[in-house]
């Protein structure tokens, strides 16, 4: 091999291996199907019981086919090394469908479709991230008892900060999360 396709050889598998990662699939339900994505019976209380096992936080993300935000996250913001990593290590993510059929119940037991589960939270926009505490209260919803709810796409700042701000349960050191993420942005200024 000549010293010219070498060097071509070794500058592809170096821009092969810094690009981010591929944007998930989309399946047949029109959502993308990231592989951190967990395919569960949609049971809240049993879902938020094995993300606990595995010592990570439920987040439930609602979103919709065709929905050009939840193209954008799933495209230019979750496939992010760093916001990847965090929500390998620290999530357990559960999808639903805004306009979806399948059963989701509950944590107080109440069982409906997909998208009359969504109506009850009180979701409007696509994507939504309900992010839930390690335990909740009997008879709550997931919507009364999540500690944040994100509705809309956002930038990989703002995510990364989001993701980390609930890993780190920043919502229980009363710290707004608006301010804890002013602080990151000057602290990278």
Known sequence: MSMARLRTAVVAAAFLMAAPALAAEVGDDGLHKPDWLRETFKDMT??????????????????????????????????????????????????????????????????????????????????TLIFLPESVEEGKTAAESAVAVMPGAFGKGTTEALLTWIRDHGYDSGEHFQKFLAGRMNANN
């Open 46 to 127: 049993e879902d938020l019981a094995e993300a606990n096992a595995e010592g990570k936080r439920l987040l439930i993300m609602v979103e919709q086919r065709g929905c050009i935000y939840c193209s954008k996250m799933h495209e230019e913001v979750y496939p992010d090394p760093a916001i990847d990593k965090l929500i390998r290590d620290h999530y357990f993510v559960v999808q639903v469908n805004l306009f979806g059929d399948v059963e989701v119940t509950d944590f107080d037991g109440t069982v409906l479709p997909e998208k009359d589960m969504a109506a009850r939270w009180g979701v409007l926009f696509t994507p």
